[in-house]
């Protein structure tokens, strides 16, 4: 089964290019023979020659980073994009998400449809599609919305998972936020998993543990693609029997988003070192899953400065004195987790830590909340890595800042006139604040 | 008119459940007749294909694991493990204990058979044989996982419980989907496996297509037999309900029914009357009386809805009008069937399950405690109906002149 990529504006495209990269790198790396079959037809597609050529999409309002990422590409001598896979225009969405939604993305809906339905058929059975864009911007955030939007129109019964990067806290687009609830508030309603990216916490790691002095966005790309990555391979599953899975996005929607809403999953890996200190680590299961349980319940998106005073609380204490023991300790309640195996001795490697019912909610079992996926084979050159995918309460607190920022310059109206100008009423705003603020609810009542 | 139109009906429901016995691959499917005829008790030439059927089906059930014989008519022996195999199936019957005691040639009524047929099918044997069939047709079907639903309590739905039913939804909804792009994959690899079939000219591939063709055609086959049998099971489901409401009748016709073995001569019947110590004149009165009772509490019914005089009789003993069909489906406003009256496989089973008792759980003394306690307040219920009713006599009668009623 095989998963067709779409990726939208500029940040799209540079994540898309290096998490293809990076899955080549690990598909054809001395790996063995059915994971790397696996892992080709699921993201690339092999002409004649053997050449693979990546089952992607690529469509930006401006030719720049499109042509940088193709040519980037075609340099790596592994793989390359298409030549016909991308659609570009010459002036851009100036950051706004009401030029991209409702101007560009309509202006081109037919090309860009076309562009996806072409990879679709050379699938021989769709996975799905993943689409990648940032949140802050123009293209990314608004064309992004409305291709999936068509998506969701053209292939009701195709799994859709959009991978957001979400910005800088502290980032330059200075209307950031409103595109950013504008995007989410859209996207909840047509996605069926959100897998989310944060800057600050990728520029973190780039920063703590891969010790980057000066990260560029190449280095958060290069994170971001890693984790990403992590995800997608191939990988054994409950339901595959004992086969590489050939049904991942649906795999992973049915383990962690079934409830409409709560959609929102949040990606964090170990180990993340540097390349230079990789030789002189070793690692174990045991070591990995405990540090990794201690980052979920603590909120911890990295596996420096991990808080082990976060305890679990008793089982199922709800109401006020679940929410007394939120605040106070910090825990992080999640609704369903999945964790992802690499490596070698994989098959040893227990979980049973995270399938502890003080984990969860009240109302889903562990055994429905909990799901593992495991695969023998070392993945990025890490001998043993462990992801988690979590549809927690990790990304409160980031939406809650975001939704809060974006209602202060609403409530001054300030560059409202900016999307009005291009179709964006106000009611709009007030309804994409409404529902996330649901969304907020949602979560922060989980308990 | 009316019964031969219900006639009709039953006919062609039975005909569907034939329909569909035979497309689950079952061998010894009897014909509509044999079952309409196995209601009134028409003889051997009726029972052997009953004995064959049940056998059938409870081998296909994996109850009993025998090959029915290819002899026209099954033996004894054959008829015994039959038996048995109802027995496990649950049909706890008076015939079915005894089996074991009974010397000598096996002989049931077709009736009898009828009943316990009934029983395996209200018991799930449809859906087990469906299932069979299936599995033996596309051997690419997986079972679909069965996901425990989640035990919301009586009190109403609370929010976690809703919650998790949201979930449910969306993890099927999920798996809906992911069921569809298998059968797209599917559909594109059979069109792609014909498309070569048909375009290939090559000498060096013809024993390779003609191979592919074959089974194709073999696969075309199987879909079509699958398709069929999926047709026949839905045309089953949409008729089922009045099957069971002439089953109703055939539960009905048994229980007035007093003897156990199946009447063979009149002799049978005499000596039957005899051991009841009837008057030869018969007890005319009280039979009329206990028709009239009987008829009362639907005549009452009707006249609520309908507002009409009550109508003279009403069903009579042994009166064969289960044909008709029942009073919902002409249009008419009776009102619902209590549970164990109810048109449904459940209410057969229940209906059954009163008559078979389970004897593996009440003890013989308890059994007839429960039955005594269930005539005395049937006799109470029918006491407070004949009161009830002389109320009424007596003030219609009062309203009329020059009349007189003297009570029985």
Redesign the interface.
Known sequence: MSIVTVQLGQCGNQVGQELFDVICKDARDGQKRGYSDASTARFFHETTTGDLTSRAVLIDMEPKVINHSMSKAAKSGRWRYGEKSHFSQKQGSGNNWANGYCVHGPRHREAMEDLVRREVERCDRLAGVVTMMSVAGGTGSGVGTYVTQCLREVYPNSFILNHLTWPYDSGEVIVQNYNSVLTLSHLYGLSDAILVHENDTVHRICAQLLNIKHISFGDVNRVIAHQLASVLQPALTTDSYGDYSKNPLGELVSSLACHPEYKLLSVCGIPQVASSSMAYSVFSWPGLLKHLRQMLISNTKMEEGIDWQVRAPPVHCGGAEWAHSFRTTGFNRSLANLLILRGKDVFSAEADGFQDAALYTSWLPPREAFSMWKSPVSFNQYEKSATLVSNSQTLLKPLDNMVRKAWNMFASRAYIHQYTKFGIAEEDFLDSFTSLEQVISSYTQLC | MHQSKGAVRVQEVIGALCRMLTATGLDSVPTPEVFRRAKFNCGPEVEDPLWKLLASVLKTCNIISVEAPELPEMASDHRRLVAVGLWQSGYHVDWIRCVGEQGGEFVRCSRELLLALGWLLATGAVETLLAHRAKQLDSTRRDPAVMTPPTVGEAQMDR??L??L??????L??????L???Q??QS??VTMALSVGLSSSSSSMSTFVSDTNSALQEECVRMQDLSQLLKSYTDWKHTEKLFWVWMDSVVEGHATDQRVACPLDSDANASANRSRAVCPHGDWGLECLNDMLLGLPTVQRKRGQRGEEKEPGGRRRGQESDDRPPAELDGGTAPPLPPCLSPSAQGYRLRLQGEAGDPGALRASERRRLLMLTESSLLEGRERCQRANRMQFQEMIGRLEDMVLIAP
């Open positions: 976690p419980s919650r998790k949201q979930w449910l939804f969306g993890s909804r999920s798996q809906r989907r992911s569809l792009s298998m797209e994959e594109k690899l």
